[in-house]
């Protein structure tokens, strides 16, 4: 059920959630729309926003199961969650290296991995 819950709240963060975060977040929605030098990186910050909401969302699952102790392991793994969702979206969405699929496809194996870690050896 932790996979499962997981990859729910992942469609609902990624999909329904994300709302105006996902055009923030290209660098050609800013060019376009505030093209000043003055929010030259402001998708960076709409990116880490997006990759923390994100996480935040995939972790209620992990939170409940751990009884909303915040214990190294998952803040480690909470970091690096949001560090490697910002770095597929600013692939997908930026750099345009990657299609949705792919994106999904690397956000899915976050969750298999995740889920894994805490499930087999935490």
């Known amino acids: 059920m932790l996979v499962l819950s997981m990859i729910f709240l992942h469609?609902?963060?990624?999909?329904?959630?994300?709302?105006?975060?996902g055009h923030l977040k290209q660098k050609n929605w800013w060019i376009n729309?505030?093209?000043?030098?003055?929010?030259?990186?402001?998708w960076i910050i709409s990116g880490?926003?997006?990759a923390f909401e994100w996480t935040f969302v995939i972790y209620?699952?992990?939170?409940?199961?751990y009884k909303f102790v915040l214990t190294l392991p998952i803040g480690i793994s909470f970091v690096?969650?949001?560090i490697?969702?910002?770095?597929?979206?600013?692939l997908k969405a930026n750099k345009q290296k990657i299609n949705l699929t792919?994106?999904?496809l690397c956000h899915?194996?976050?969750?298999w991995i995740t889920a894994g870690i805490f499930i087999y050896l935490i």
């Open 33 to 42: 729309n505030y093209p000043q030098n003055l929010y030259k990186y402001d």
């Open 102 to 104: 792919v994106d999904q």
């Open 11 to 21: 469609v609902f963060a990624d999909f329904t959630l994300q709302g105006l975060l």
């Open 48 to 50: 880490i926003l997006h």
């Open 84 to 90: 490697i969702h910002f770095i597929v979206d600013h």
């Open 60 to 65: 209620i699952p992990i939170f409940i199961k």
């Open 108 to 111: 899915l194996l976050q969750i």
């Open 80 to 82: 690096i969650n949001i």
